[in-house]
């Protein structure tokens, strides 16, 4: 019987990862799999070596670090010693897979690695890392195909997995009546991040810019996504202060909101690419501490940030980064998104290509079949 063994350090992982374990199991249930995951391959039907749960806390502490390195030793004991696998698929979390990578590339099995770190947009040196330990990799962006090729690393673009997890638009007309708002307005909603200190930098900014909008045009209303892991306490005492504007906050609504609105102001991010999904007008802005900002330019492999702006190799999506992130500046791009009709669809038709070069028959199947090819 072959063995596959799997590594996950987050929820998403996770979550891709059992896709496709799902598809691996209707090409050849015989395959036998365990993994370093969470609930979504637990559910998946697979035996867990670990719970991941205590990997995902991030930040630069000792004790995290110390962990990581003593759960790396306790997988690759468990590899060498008993496991003995054909096969380790390491799926996301790439700081501590691409290190954990460099001990049990000497073990002889294969190493894949689906959704591999994003190398492409910074510490391109991890290519070096790549090409040593990794006999194949599972792309999720074409781009990165080539980037891999480039370096004669054996790779294959296998299709993004929002593609088959997103859901279908939501009827504007319904979710406009259900939740009272007025379907003479255009519709703005407000993504500032799941973190909290992106809460801290960016709320108070795009609620400003909200208000210089609501100024020049009263045809608007705004709404603004709380993510379900920022606390009410982060976010209402600030709204509190911006009654004027008569913002909804909802939560866990976030594909509803990216498909039913007329333009979006986004926190950089999945979020970018997800509402390209849906064909949405947006802007993204971005403003965080100098001495993070500088360590980012330092790093940074590209000059872009935006998904879907990479993705198209063109400045589609309008980018407000550090300096230039003020009030003002994304007013006056909203503003353009629901005023002037040529420049929104000229947006929606260039986020149209998104999905078409992102489009395959489904990521978890693809990557299941190569997997299951393979081993």
């Given at each position: 019987m072959?063995k596959?063994?799997?590594i996950?350090?987050?929820?998403s992982?996770?979550?891709?990862?059992?896709d496709v374990?799902?598809?691996?199991?209707?090409?050849?249930?015989?395959?036998?799999?365990e993994?370093?995951?969470?609930?979504?391959l637990?559910?998946?039907?697979?035996?867990?070596?670990?719970d991941?749960?205590k990997?995902s806390?991030?930040?630069?502490?000792?004790g995290?670090?110390f962990?990581?390195?003593m759960?790396?030793?306790?997988i690759?004991?468990?590899?060498h010693?008993?496991?003995k696998p054909d096969m380790?698929?390491?799926?996301?979390?790439g700081?501590?897979?691409l290190n954990?990578s460099?001990?049990?590339s000497?073990?002889g099995f294969?190493?894949y690695?689906?959704?591999p770190?994003?190398?492409?947009?910074?510490?391109?040196?991890?290519?070096?890392?790549?090409?040593?330990?990794i006999?194949k990799v599972l792309?999720?962006?074409?781009f990165?195909s080539?980037?891999?090729k480039?370096i004669?690393v054996?790779?294959?673009f296998?299709?993004?997995?929002?593609?088959?997890?997103?859901?279908?638009?939501t009827?504007k007309?319904?979710f406009?009546?259900n939740?009272?708002?007025d379907t003479?307005?255009?519709l703005?909603?407000?993504?500032p991040?799941?973190r909290?200190?992106e809460?801290?930098?960016l709320l108070?900014l795009f609620?400003?810019?909200a208000?210089i909008?609501k100024s020049k045009n009263?045809?608007?209303?705004?709404?603004l996504c709380q993510a379900?892991?920022i606390?009410d306490?982060?976010?209402?005492?600030l709204t509190?202060?911006?009654k004027d504007?008569n913002i909804k906050?909802?939560?866990?609504?976030?594909?509803?909101?990216?498909?039913?609105s007329?333009?979006l102001?986004?926190?950089?991010?999945?979020?970018?690419?997800e509402?390209?999904l849906?064909q949405?007008?947006m802007?993204?802005?971005?403003?965080g501490p100098?001495f993070?900002?500088?360590i980012?330019?330092?790093?940074r492999?590209i000059?872009r940030?935006c998904?879907p702006n990479?993705?198209?190799?063109?400045d589609i999506?309008p980018?407000?980064?550090q300096?230039k992130?003020k009030?003002?500046v994304?007013?006056?791009?909203i503003?353009?998104?629901?005023?002037d009709e040529?420049y929104n669809?000229?947006m929606?038709?260039?986020?149209?290509?998104?999905?078409e070069?992102?489009h395959?028959?489904?990521a978890?199947?693809k990557a299941a079949?190569?997997?299951?090819n393979?081993i």
């Amino acid at each position: 019987m072959k063995k596959l063994f799997i590594i996950t350090g987050e929820y998403s992982g996770d979550k891709h990862a059992a896709d496709v374990v799902r598809e691996i199991k209707k090409l050849n249930p015989e395959i036998e799999i365990e993994a370093v995951g969470g609930k979504n391959l637990e559910q998946a039907g697979v035996k867990l070596f670990c719970d991941h749960s205590k990997m995902s806390a991030m930040g630069f502490n000792f004790g995290i670090i110390f962990n990581h390195i003593m759960l790396g030793e306790k997988i690759a004991k468990y590899l060498h010693d008993k496991y003995k696998p054909d096969m380790v698929l390491l799926t996301d979390y790439g700081g501590f897979n691409l290190n954990l990578s460099k001990v049990i590339s000497k073990f002889g099995f294969k190493i894949y690695y689906y959704i591999p770190p994003q190398i492409w947009a910074s510490r391109k040196w991890r290519l070096n890392t790549v090409k040593k330990n990794i006999n194949k990799v599972l792309t999720i962006f074409p781009f990165e195909s080539e980037m891999y090729k480039k370096i004669g690393v054996d790779v294959e673009f296998v299709g993004h997995p929002l593609l088959n997890q997103m859901p279908p638009k939501t009827d504007k007309t319904i979710f406009f009546k259900n939740n009272n708002l007025d379907t003479s307005k255009k519709l703005i909603s407000i993504f500032p991040g799941s973190r909290t200190f992106e809460i801290k930098n960016l709320l108070k900014l795009f609620l400003d810019s909200a208000r210089i909008i609501k100024s020049k045009n009263e045809n608007v209303q705004f709404i603004l996504c709380q993510a379900p892991n920022i606390k009410d306490e982060l976010i209402y005492p600030l709204t509190d202060k911006y009654k004027d504007l008569n913002i909804k906050i909802m939560k866990n609504k976030n594909y509803e909101l990216l498909s039913v609105s007329d333009a979006l102001i986004l926190a950089s991010g999945t979020v970018a690419l997800e509402a390209a999904l849906y064909q949405t007008p947006m802007i993204i802005s971005y403003r965080g501490p100098w001495f993070l900002y500088i360590i980012y330019l330092l790093v940074r492999s590209i000059k872009r940030v935006c998904l879907p702006n990479i993705i198209l190799n063109q400045d589609i999506v309008p980018e407000i980064l550090q300096t230039k992130a003020k009030p003002d500046v994304i007013a006056s791009n909203i503003l353009k998104i629901i005023e002037d009709e040529k420049y929104n669809s000229d947006m929606k038709t260039s986020l149209s290509k998104v999905k078409e070069i992102l489009h395959t028959k489904g990521a978890a199947h693809k990557a299941a079949e190569i997997i299951v090819n393979d081993i």
